[in-house]
């Protein structure tokens, strides 16, 4: 049974920094790419970054280039969102998710596995 599981959010002043983990089980990252989502109040979901199977070509929106980076560990089965000078408008559940491909993309509907989301709120 494929299962994906994060952590690490919580509460971090403007400018603080978060590692978000996803780990997963029932499956191979060999084979899969991994997203990371998030989610505000009263907003749709919305793609934050992605990396593809083979782990390279990492994607990012804009919202987050330079501030944020993807990561992914095989021997420990786990994929990482390092978050730096974080801003209160990145306040929002994320979520990861998995779907059975090469090539990351950023559209939700495009994912088939979802965690249960961790929450992140930067405020001071």
């Known amino acids: 049974q494929l299962q994906l599981v994060e952590s690490g959010g919580g509460l971090v002043q403007p400018g603080g920094s978060l590692r978000l983990s996803c780990a997963v089980s029932?499956?191979?990252?060999?084979?899969?790419?991994i997203g990371w989502f998030r989610q505000a109040p009263g907003k749709e979901r919305e793609g934050v970054s992605c990396?593809?199977?083979?782990?390279?070509?990492?994607n990012f929106a804009d919202s987050v280039k330079g501030r944020f980076t993807i990561s992914r560990d095989k021997d420990k089965n786990a994929v990482y969102l390092q978050m730096n000078s974080l801003k209160p408008e990145d306040t929002a559940i994320y979520y990861c998710?998995?779907?059975?491909?090469?090539?990351?993309?950023?559209?939700?509907?495009?994912?088939?596995?979802w965690g249960q989301g961790t929450q992140v709120t930067v405020s001071s």
């Open positions: 998710a998995s779907r059975l491909f090469s090539i990351c993309v950023l559209n939700p509907s495009e994912y088939d596995y």
């Open positions: 029932g499956f191979t990252l060999d084979y899969y790419d």
């Open positions: 990396i593809s199977s083979s782990g390279g070509s990492p």
